[in-house]
């Protein structure tokens, strides 16, 4: 295997041909991605695939059998406190200290970070701000509900102000309300220039909140072809008009790559779009020929769409 | 909300850092401790059980003091001293080896190795913090321990020797428990084997010492004389008879008595071998940095009569020294030879009999006041603090090379 010698610049965190054996089972076989900066990638993939082991060698908490990693230039192996100090890592375990306030947990990892007690304290306050748990600073973290922990778990990734985020599902056990102001706190996270990785299982919120995504499978990064996947999911919208219309003749005269959907009738169908301009000119044509359209609109969620034939694929 | 913005790069205060150090640093160090004693802070029912806890041994302490006698007696203090051994040992290492083990798997652990903080930090801040809860059962203990002080005949300086053994003792036990808890995967597995280890050193070394007595024993001849009474004539025994009664041996001729001789063998341990098995025990080493106490002059000497420990001493030098002549002098029976000289006048059998006296009451001395060794039981504590230490250092260190059987990265 050809490995690079040196990361293109730019490049936050690079990992080629990544592998990690935990004594017979094979976790992580051949994994390679990049992050940019500013960017937020998916890491997508069914459960046991091997997405935490990946993510701790990224981390450099977990030392690779093989292949490089590079974070920021160094290698957490031999360079493991330069390269950590980039390094925000969430884990998908829920772990806190019992007793210990909001407050005091994010001012102590603060210190852990070698920051000075008043600028722990300040840095401290501010997360709890941005995770919205101002209200609750003073609680211990016993109390806090699974959402609250996790938004805790993520502030004090946050605390060392890390160039990278590694975030190992953030979104499980969230209520729709915490999703989306995760979301939103990801792309603002990303906006300050940070690269971001997120795994997660949610795909429909990954869908708005990623840049790139890395697919993963038995142990395997996926490259180019899942990539050609997500375009395509992208580009597949759905059709619906009132009964009776046949939306599949409309379809046909328009030279449209469609597809019928099962189950549904004559006026319902799955149609290849270029892009959003390119859709809008097909809505306009198809209620100009008189169809009575009740829903158009990109088919559920591209990257579960990319994610299912992708595992289609492989079985 | 408040208007404050910080800026996204606030400037860290750490010296640059380079390739993966592990060694514990100062800063680090008491930023875990900390940690640790917070996360083991009570609540204020805590507290509250504490406080009553120690006012019932405060007032058990000034009760136990009022209540006895002025006589000097080391063996409150002895005692108090074994509790806080015993309650250290048992204590520190119950918590530490479910610190690292039960801190994975919690998720707690791998978020700060993700921080500054090296593996060294991580190990000695857990040592540390463990330790210091057995220390607070050492503070708690001071009201008894004052009261056992002033009537034990020990100076200040014999007992803050003693005191700072102990709690070395309880930091290597804490740091045994800390390494079996960085080695097994489950607490429970890691605190069983704390103790255990503890188990082997306390009550294994005495064990071993007498199994192996056997093995180190030789066999010794040796040949006792009686009077063959039914080979007496019926004067010779009523004159004997009376003798043993009266004391009075002038009746009896020692040369016509008829005498029986037995000769039988039997085992003597040279425990000299073996004594080291008893030196590696944390009770004996404590007894070994206590006060030496003469048995013949301890009055004198302004001490108290030989307690525990000073008879542990006594005991452990006498396994040190091994068979003696005099111990098979002493063995020897021989009641034709006592009877001649009982016969051949009365100052000399005074004599006999002190000569036994003198014999025993030396060895007493000589074995009481047997210069201590604590260093090869202390020597060993050492080596299993800092083996502990470097296989914990090592475990810590990130990223892992191998995880613990069966658990996850947390």
């Known amino acids: 295997m050809t490995v690079q010698a040196q990361a293109p610049t730019g490049h936050a965190l690079h990992a080629q041909g990544v592998r990690r054996a935990f004594g017979s089972v094979q976790a992580v076989v051949n ?43 160094h290698d957490p192996v031999t360079a493991g406190a330069v390269a950590r100090k980039g390094i925000g890592w969430m884990p998908d375990v829920l772990g806190m200290w019992d007793s210990l306030t909001c407050t005091e947990t994010l001012a102590t990892f603060g210190r852990a970070y070698g920051l000075s007690k008043a600028d722990a304290d300040a840095r401290a306050f501010t997360m709890l701000e941005k995770v919205h748990l101002a209200d609750l600073a003073a609680q211990p973290a016993r109390v806090l509900s699974r959402g609250q922990k996790q938004r805790l778990s993520l502030a004090r990734a946050l605390m060392g102000d890390p160039s990278v985020l590694i975030l190992d599902e953030p979104a499980s056990g969230l209520d729709p309300r915490s999703r989306i102001e995760l979301r939103d706190l990801v792309r603002a996270l990303a906006a300050e220039g940070r690269a971001v990785l997120i795994s997660s299982h949610v795909l429909s919120e990954l869908d708005e909140m990623v840049d790139e995504a890395v697919f993963m499978s038995k142990g395997v990064t996926l490259g180019e072809s899942a990539e050609a996947e997500v375009a395509r999911a992208r580009a597949r919208w759905r059709v619906t008009a009132l009964p009776g219309h046949d939306v599949h003749a409309a379809l046909s005269e328009a030279a449209r790559d469609w597809s019928p959907v099962e189950g549904a009738d004559a006026s319902v169908a799955v149609v290849h779009v270029a892009d959003a301009d390119d859709a809008a000119d097909l809505l306009a044509s198809l209620v100009a020929s008189g169809m009575r359209i009740s829903a158009f609109g990109p088919v559920g969620s591209a990257l579960e769409q990319a994610y299912l034939s992708i595992e289609q694929e492989r079985r | 909300m408040t208007t404050t913005e910080t800026s996204p790069n606030p400037t860290v205060t750490a010296p640059a850092r380079k390739g993966n150090p592990w060694l514990p640093t100062l800063h680090g160090t008491f930023l875990v401790t900390r940690i640790e004693l917070l996360r083991r802070r009570p ?342 603090l800092v083996g502990a230490m470097a296989i914990v250092t090592h475990r810590l260190r990130v990223p892992y090379r191998t995880l613990r059987t069966g658990t996850r990265v947390a």
Request: some cysteine; overall charge negative.
């Open chain 1, 31 to 73: 994994a390679s991605l990049t992050l940019t900066p500013g960017t937020v990638t998916a890491l997508i993939g069914p459960n046991g695939c091997g997405k935490t082991t990946l993510m701790l060698m990224l981390a450099g908490l977990l030392r690779p059998d093989g292949g490089t990693v590079e974070v920021l230039g």
């Open chain 2, 43 to 384: 609540s204020t029912k805590g507290w509250i059980f504490y406080g009553i806890l120690l006012a019932a041994i405060l007032g058990l302490g000034i009760l136990v003091s009022v209540l006895s006698t002025a006589e000097k007696t080391s063996t409150p203090l002895e005692l108090v001293l074994v509790l806080v051994l015993g309650a250290g040992m048992l204590i520190g290492p119950s918590l530490s080896a479910t610190s690292i083990n039960g801190d994975s798997g919690e998720g707690v652990l791998a978020p700060l190795q993700m921080t500054h903080l090296t593996a060294g930090d991580l190990a000695v801040g857990k040592l540390l913090s463990s330790w210091f809860v057995a220390f607070a059962v050492l503070v708690t203990t001071t009201p008894f321990l004052v009261y056992a002080y002033a009537r034990s005949g020990w100076h200040l300086g014999e007992l803050l020797l003693v005191l700072v053994v102990i709690l070395f003792l309880v930091l290597t036990a804490t740091a045994v428990g800390l390494a079996w808890s960085a080695i097994a995967a489950r607490a429970v597995a890691s605190v069983s084997l704390a103790h255990l280890t503890t188990g082997v050193l306390v009550i294994g070394t005495l064990v071993l010492f007498a199994f192996t007595a056997p093995l180190v024993s030789d066999t010794m001849t040796e040949t006792d004389r009686y009077v063959a009474w039914d080979e007496l004539s019926d004067e010779q025994s009523t004159a004997l008879e009376d003798a043993y009664n009266t004391g009075d041996f002038s009746a009896v001729d020692p040369d016509a008595l008829v005498c029986d001789e037995e000769t039988y063998e039997y085992g003597i341990a040279h425990t000299e071998r073996t004594a080291w098995m008893v030196l590696i025990n944390p009770l004996v080493v404590i007894e070994e940095v206590s006060p030496l106490v003469n048995p013949l002059t301890f009055e004198e000497d302004g001490r108290a009569a030989p307690g525990i420990f000073a008879n542990v001493h006594q005991m452990v030098s006498s396994a040190r020294i091994g068979p003696t002549e005099a111990d098979a002098q002493m063995m020897e029976y021989d009641e034709c030879a006592d009877i001649a000289t009982m016969a051949s006048g009365d100052d000399e059998s005074a004599d006999g009999g002190n000569a036994y006296q003198d014999t025993w009451e030396q060895q007493q001395e000589e074995q009481a006041m047997y210069p201590r060794t604590p260093w090869l039981g202390l020597g060993l504590q050492v080596l299993l």
